[in-house]
C-alpha cells in the first residue's frame, strides 16, 4: 500500500472520520465502518485533506486543466485541492456551482473561471452518482470536457447492481475516478495494526457480503 493512503487512513482515523462499530449506511446495509468527510472541518484539516487529494491525483496522472467542485461539499474540496496543487508549482482555475441560480449580481448557477477544456471533478465519496451526473451535465452543457473524478474514499461496494457506484460512474460517463484511498488499503491498514484488528473480520465479512467481484 503507498504510503500516502496509509497515511491517509490513520489521518482519518484520528480525526475520526473513519469509525468502526455498528453503523447503517443510506442504502440500508449494516456495516461495520462509518466515513463522514464533513468531519475534516478546520483549517488544519482541510489542508492536510487538500495535500492527500493533490497526492492521489498528481499520482494518477489524469490530464486536466481545471477542478470543479459539486455544492456543497465539494465546494471547499476543490478550493483547498487548487491550493494545495499550486503548492507543488500547478496553479490551476477552479470553479463550482450552486443548488438554486442567483438572479442579481453576475446571476447564474455558476461561480468562479470560466469551465473551459478539461475538468477534474472533485468530491467526497460516490453514493449514487447523482452529483457526478449533475457536474458532467454543467460542464458539457459550458463547452468544457469531463476529465474524470477524485474522491476521498471509494466504499469498493455494489450498488443496485454487480457494479460499484465508481465503477457505474467509469462506465456511464467514460471517466477515470481516482481516490486517495479504498476499502482494500483500509483491509491492508487494520492487518497492520494490531490495536484495530479486532474490527479485521467484520469489515472482511461486509466486503464478502456486499463488495464488488
Known sequence: MSNFRHDFIRFSLDRQVLRFGDFVTKAGRQSPYFFNAGLFNDGLSTLTLSRFYAQSIIESGI???????????????????AMALAERGRNLP??????????HGEGGTLVGAPLAGKVLIIDDVISAGTSV?????????????????AIALDRMERGLGELSAVQEVSRDFG???????TLEDMLGYLQQSPELQSHLTAVQAYRQQYGIR
Do not use: Q, W
Open 133 to 149: 451526473r449533475e457536474s458532467v451535465n454543467l460542464i458539457r452543457a459550458a463547452g468544457a470536457e469531463p476529465a474524470g473524478v
Open 94 to 103: 477552479f470553479a463550482y456551482n450552486r443548488k438554486e441560480a442567483k438572479d
Open 63 to 81: 490530464d486536466f486543466d481545471m477542478l470543479f467542485g459539486p455544492a456543497y461539499k465539494g465546494i471547499i474540496l476543490a478550493s483547498a485541492t
Open 175 to 181: 471517466l477515470p475516478v481516482v481516490a486517495i484511498a
